[in-house]
């Protein structure tokens, strides 16, 4: 069964340095989604992604993250200038439709270290 | 607005016991509705899912079904094992949303021999 791949499963960085999170969505997939998830909270939605531009973005997605599909496979999230807060897990997804009778489909996730 | 709730956790259960996981919704339109499963060190896993009212969502012996009257979705089992301890993850997403599905805060699981 195609899967959503992200890499790197752990990054680890200083304050203030950009990271770049990868990811391979489904190769028939259209809509594309990165989420966070702090330690032991809640999974947030950070933005969505159609038609190579943003579809939304939540309030969590401020001028430091941007987004890009920058070869018709790949979907990255960039953050510029990292932060302590920014420290958590970011997931990937990918669904074909915005229906229900096409689910989101997750990556395993990208765990990230601000230090 | 637009939240799923689900009920905290965490929920401690013996072997072969009954399981129920509540969840309600609020919703502007008619959303689709989901469960998603994430095991420890793992990612989301899609577990089952209900489009519209009265329907029933179902895999792995994990049942839910859809009611607008309650605006409900909660998780049950007839017989939980070892094997199903986790954090569960209750899911609402509108078509005219864009898509993006918004979460409940999760319940974790365990399940003791």
């Known amino acids: 069964e195609p899967e959503v791949t992200q890499t790197p499963s752990h990054q680890v960085t200083q304050m203030g340095q950009e990271v770049i999170l990868r990811c391979v969505p489904i190769?028939?997939?259209?809509?594309f989604y990165w989420y966070r998830q702090i330690l032991g909270q809640k999974v947030e939605f950070l933005v969505s992604?159609?038609?190579?531009?943003?579809?939304?973005k939540s309030e969590i997605f401020d001028d430091q993250f941007s987004v890009e599909r920058p070869d018709g496979s790949n979907f990255t999230l960039k953050i510029r200038s990292t932060k302590l807060e920014d420290s958590a897990m970011y997931f990937c997804?990918?669904?074909?439709?915005?229906?229900?009778?096409?689910?989101?489909?997750f990556g395993n996730g990208t765990r990230l270290t601000v230090t | 607005g637009n939240s799923v709730t689900q009920m905290e956790g965490p929920v401690t259960l013996s072997e072969e016991a009954f399981l129920t996981i509540n969840c309600t919704y609020t919703a502007t339109g008619y959303p689709s509705l989901f469960w998603y499963v994430q095991y420890p060190g793992e990612g989301l896993q899609l577990l089952l899912k209900?489009?519209?009212?009265?329907d029933k969502g179902s895999n792995k012996g994990f049942e839910a079904t859809y009611r607008k009257e309650t605006t409900s979705f909660h998780l049950e089992k007839g017989s939980v094992q070892v094997s199903d301890s986790a954090v569960y993850f209750c899911a609402r997403r509108l078509y005219n949303q864009g898509g993006k599905l918004i979460f409940g805060q999760g319940t974790e699981l365990s399940v003791k021999p």
């Open positions: 209900a489009t519209k009212a009265d």
């Open positions: 997804a990918s669904s074909a439709l915005t229906g229900g009778e096409s689910p989101l489909h």
């Open positions: 190769s028939n997939h259209l809509y």
């Open positions: 992604f159609y038609n190579n531009e943003i579809s939304e």
